[in-house]
Structures are given as structure tokens and as C-alpha cells.
């Protein structure tokens, strides 16, 4: 019976842990949930132990955690890079301990981590504590054991590619783990299944790592789709010309009055015409973050249409243009991420022109001396040119236009050489 009660936790913790599978890389939040609800799965003749010492568990699940901070190099206990060992099901790898360190090197194997078999020797320092009575050391090593199991159900403990520097995606550890779990863990439904008798806690602890291994695609996966969308500074057309005309009219008229004055002048001219930068869509008002983090997105409910629709508000605030079809957005479901892609809107474009008039009229063409008149204008014919949108769902005007370019620009300028 003692032996079945030690093995009896780990698999009790294995298939609590198993059956949260969104929530990987745990996390001192992860590991109480976990070790509260184990305690709840264990045979009645054992039960009563841990429910007196439930919050002596809960206290010291994360002790090994909090020992790493003091002591990096105990950090290999809570990983092993399984694919450091080759291909999945990395039967490279001899679940034996001594059979490993045999194989590949005592150095080797520890700097690759020795998660799986730390399950195993806090398996039989519990077993041991609970044969010789010692209660102190078999409360430490049930949490100990707890806090391990949980670790060998994240993927991240199972790579190489723990942080998501292999794949350029940084600190997807994070989004999929500890900061997923202490955003969600309110919205858990946790039911585990009775705890049950395990031969080998070693081998059993490896399988649990190869489960683990075996998400880490789809999460990447998963990663990338969560982002993708068109870059911030993509515009899919840009046009831009310039030109310098010289206008013939009385250039050459035989009347030296009108052809100083009226004739000889120039346009030069600078035309941009573009399309619209993206826009990323985002919660504000009382949904804000969403418990998912302030970079959640609505959910799309209808076509993005662009209307440009006069929207009368206050009297205040005039008359503003309502840019897309707000109606197209919700806030998505509390704890959930929404489906709109990012940037997943494009802004309004932008055709200007920047034309200038300008003539030079000859002072003294024995002194080379003149007088060059300019007229420059910006915006010439004057067209609203919106700039930036309302992107926040919740907002009063979500949707509608905020600024614009500057209006029409004239200037007058003068140059004398000499």
C-alpha cells in the first residue's frame, strides 16, 4: 500500500496536469491549481494525509523554482532537451539514468536536463519517507514530486527551444504558458480522473515528456497564426512624379513688355499618390485587456466595408466621417482572443499634389543681375486628406477619423541674384 501511494500522487498529478492542456509552461499559479486538485483524487486510505497538509503543499510546490533563483545550475532538473537526442520518439536516449550517463556522459546529460528522472527520485524519496514514518520528508518530497510533474507537461521544458529564439519567436514560452495560465485560470473547468497505480514512475515520467513534446508544433504553429498579418508599413501602391514645365505662352512675342512679364514663366510639380498604411483594430473601454493581454482584437462579425459616411455627433464636435463599418466588430468572449487578423484594415489613402509657378525677370543683363519670383503651393487643389482612424472598439467614434492632413498651403517667395 505505501508503494502504491506514492505512485498513486504522481499519476494523480500527471493526469490533472494532462488535462489542461492549453496551459503548459506552468508557473507557480498552474502548480497550486494542479497539486489542490490532485489531493482530491487519492484513495480514501490516504486521502486524510494530504488533506491536512494540503496548504503545506500548496506553499512549497514552487520550492524548486525559487531555489533555481538562488542557484542557476539547478534549473537542468526542470527540463530535458529531448530533441537534443535526435528525432521524436528520441529512442536514441536510454530511459535509464545510469544507462544515459553511460552512453553519453554524466556532463552531457545533466547540461541537457534530467527532468524526467527527478520524477522518478522524488517518487521513491516519498515512498522511502512514508516507509520509515518520516512525515516531514514525505510532505517536502509530495510537493517536490508535484512540482515536477507539472514541469514535465510543458513542451518548452521538452526543446531546445525553450524561449522561441530557434524559431524567431521570442518569448512564446511566455504567451503559452505562465502568463496564459494566470490569465485563464479563473475560466478553468478542472475534473481529473482518479488517481491510479503506475510500475515505473522513470518510464511514465518519460512519456509524459514525449506527450508534452509531441504539442510544441501546433503551439508554434499556433504562434505564428496568432500574428500574422500584413506589415505596419506595407502599402500596396505608391506613385510618385515630379516634373518641370516651361510654359511657351509669349516666350518668344516680339512685345519685350509682355514677354518679360507675362511670358517665360515655369510649373514644376510634385504628385504623390498612395494607398493607405494597415491598421491594427484593439479593446479598450471596460473590456481593456480581456484577460488575455492589451493586444487583444475584436472578433469580426460581418464584411469590412469602407463607407466614408458623414456622422453628425454634438454640436461641439461638428460633423465627423465615420471611415469603416464599425457594426463589423464585437468584443470577443471574456478570456478568449478575437478572430480579426492583425492589422487587418487599411487606412486611408492619399493623392497630393505640390505645385509651384515661378519666373525670373533680368535686373541687369550686363551685371547678370535678376529677380526670380516664386509661387508654391501645397495641397493645391485642396483635398481632404484624412490621416489616422479611432482603432479602439469601445470607443465613441471607433471607426471614424481623427486627423487629416493639412489643408491648402500657399506661400510667396522672392530671390534676388546679383
Known sequence: MRLRF????MLMLAIVASSLPSSFAWGENAQ?????KAVETLPDEIRPFFEANRQFLLQHVADPEEAEKRDPTLENLDFIKLDHYGQFPFSNLPRAYTAA?????RRSVYNNGVLPWQVG???KKLTDAFHDHNWADAKMSAAYLAHYVAEAHDPFNTTMNWDGKLSNQLGVNERFGKGLVDRFQLFFFVKPNEAAFIHDPTDHAFEMVLSAHSWLENILLSDVRAHQGLSGYNRTHVAVG?????IPFLRHSDNKLLRN???GWEISGIVTMESGLPINLNLTNNQGGNFVGGNNRPDQVGAI???HTPVTCTPACGQQIQYFNSASFVNPALGAWGTLAHNALTGPGRDNWNLSLFKSFNLSEARGSRLELRLETFNTWNHTQFQNVDTGLGDSKFGQFTSAYDPRILQLGGKIYF
Open 261 to 263: 512679364v507675362v511670358g
Open 305 to 307: 466595408g469602407y463607407q
Open 101 to 105: 550517463v553511460s552512453k553519453f556522459g
Open 32 to 36: 497550486r491549481l494542479i497539486t489542490n
Open 6 to 9: 506514492s505512485l498513486a500522487l
Open 242 to 246: 515630379d516634373f518641370i514645365y516651361d
Open 121 to 123: 527520485t522524488y517518487s
